[in-house]
């Protein structure tokens, strides 16, 4: 099992430039979630799902957009790419449980 | 919403000596308090969780406690090596949604 799995790991972008953050899991989890992780601030939460069809905002939304069509994958959506937005990304999931499962991170730098 | 504090931003401590991270958060309907480890350029991993219906939890080395009146959660990592030199997240979350809030971690430096 791959477990979560993010791509790309390093991308640089441009001010006004889209690009999608792609993450996928074999886990078969119901819950999602993107993350961002800026020093200093901890991991505040961009958006979330709790299934396929259904997302919600987080903490920080704005300046992204998520879907999720599928169980399995949960991309996130840089519509207008800012220099606030240079950070990590990571995306978690979860069962009912409640242990959160992180991908390995998408570090990006936008110029 | 929720806001959870973690204080202190760094700690340092020689190896064999005790470690503490405390954490206090706002909203009293949260009920579920994990505790992530971050290593340099890694992932955030679970090391240890607790539930409001539980005062203490223990695994070998970590210990978390809770004080639901007070609204704080405490990290305790004893006999500390240099491998748990990390940085440590609290963080709190509710039964009713996946919404995990997070402190803005410690970063531990055990010194041999």
């Known amino acids: 099992n791959a477990g979560v799995t993010q791509t790309p790991k390093f991308q640089v972008l441009k001010t006004g430039q889209s690009m999608t953050l792609q993450c996928a899991q074999d886990?078969?989890?119901?819950?999602m979630s993107w993350y961002r992780q800026d020093p200093g601030m901890g991991l505040r939460l961009i958006h979330y799902?709790?299934?396929?069809?259904?997302?919600d905002q987080g903490e920080v939304p704005n300046g992204y957009n998520v879907s999720r069509s599928t169980t399995e994958d949960f991309p996130l959506r840089l519509l207008s790419a800012a220099p606030s937005q240079t950070s990590v990304y990571f995306c978690?999931?979860?069962?009912?449980?409640?242990?959160?499962?992180f991908g390995p991170g998408t570090r990006l730098t936008v110029l | 919403g929720e806001n959870v504090e973690q204080h202190p931003s760094t700690l340092s401590v020689q190896e064999g000596d005790s470690a503490v991270i405390k954490c206090t958060y706002s909203?009293?309907?949260?009920?579920?308090f994990p505790w992530y480890k971050q290593e340099l350029g890694k992932r955030p991993q679970l090391i240890i969780d607790?539930?409001?219906?539980?005062g203490e939890k223990k695994d070998q080395r970590i210990a978390v406690t809770l004080n639901k009146t007070a609204k704080h959660f405490s990290l305790h990592i004893t006999e500390t090596q240099p491998e748990d030199s990390a940085v440590y997240f609290c963080?709190?979350?509710?039964?009713?949604?996946?919404?995990?809030?997070f402190g803005t971690g410690t970063s531990l430096t055990v010194i041999p």
């Open positions: 978690a999931t979860q069962r009912g449980g409640r242990e959160q499962f």
């Open positions: 886990m078969n989890h119901e819950y």
């Open positions: 799902s709790v299934g396929a069809g259904i997302t």
């Open positions: 909203d009293s309907a949260s009920n579920y």
């Open positions: 607790i539930r409001s219906n539980v």
């Open positions: 963080a709190a979350s509710k039964d009713t949604g996946n919404q995990f809030y």
